[in-house]
């Protein structure tokens, strides 16, 4: 039962609250661009693509796994859109959002709008434009490895590059590690398995107890461990 005092102390009360209601600061609404770009739509499909293969982060974006690959939206891009080349050997996306590519005619960088290429003509030490494998280095930059010309580093514009003339056993490596201490794990064909630490190089071949020279792959396990992929010599692990 409402009495008339009661219904002054509510009267007054919603009177305090509204007081209190005009004294917060108003909110701005920032008006919604409507109509996104189709440019910037080609770019979210393609950042679907790339965590759909693994490489972004599945908690942030993911493809509906109920439908059929080919329910999915398909953007393409080539030399036509700004590709110094139509061979992609190796894509990763770096901690901050860029794309990376390794093709066969240089590094390409993109930001979803535009190609940006990094090759021996504009960047002096790279060591080839024919990539094998591209890796983020833990303190910045790029690891990039190539078909020919050993492997280097990718950071602030400028490149470095290191290959037989470094101790490097075969200047084809097809892969590239880096371990949590730093240590740098090479794959190399015909040369086995090499490791780079502090600008020292030694390797493990055939002679020593690997089943192929033909390292294809390496991965570092959460105990340090590193695991050796090879062609015709199926996996081998290195641990302490």
């Known amino acids: 039962m409402i009495t008339p005092g009661s219904r002054t102390m509510a009267v007054s009360a919603r009177s305090e609250r509204r007081k209190g209601f005009e004294t917060c600061p108003r909110i701005r609404r920032t008006p919604v661009n409507p109509a996104p770009s189709r440019q910037w739509l080609r770019w979210l499909a393609f950042v679907h693509c790339v965590g759909f293969a693994g490489l972004a982060p599945a908690t942030t974006y993911a493809l509906d796994p109920d439908k059929e690959l080919s329910q999915y939206v398909l953007s393409k891009w080539s030399t036509e859109d700004g590709l110094p080349q139509n ?127 033909i390292v294809t792959a390496i991965a570092e396990d959460r105990e340090g461990d590193i695991w050796i992929g090879m062609r015709g010599g199926g996996v081998a692990r290195l641990r302490d």
């Open 87 to 213: 061979s992609g050997e190796s894509v990763l996306v770096d901690p901050t959002g860029y794309l990376w590519l390794g093709t066969l005619g240089g590094i390409v960088r993109f930001d979803g709008a535009r190609f940006v290429t990094f090759d021996r003509a504009r960047v002096p030490g790279l060591a080839s434009d024919t990539l094998t494998k591209l890796r983020v280095a833990r303190k910045g930059g790029l690891w990039y490895a190539t078909y020919g010309s050993g492997f280097g580093q990718l950071v602030d514009g400028g490149a470095s590059s290191y290959g037989r003339a470094h101790g490097v056993p075969s200047d084809i490596v097809q892969d590239i590690a880096e371990a949590e201490d730093g240590t740098l794990w090479l794959a190399t064909y015909g040369g086995g398995l090499a490791r780079w630490y502090h600008e020292r190089i030694d390797a493990l071949g055939t002679e020593d107890g690997l089943p192929s020279a």
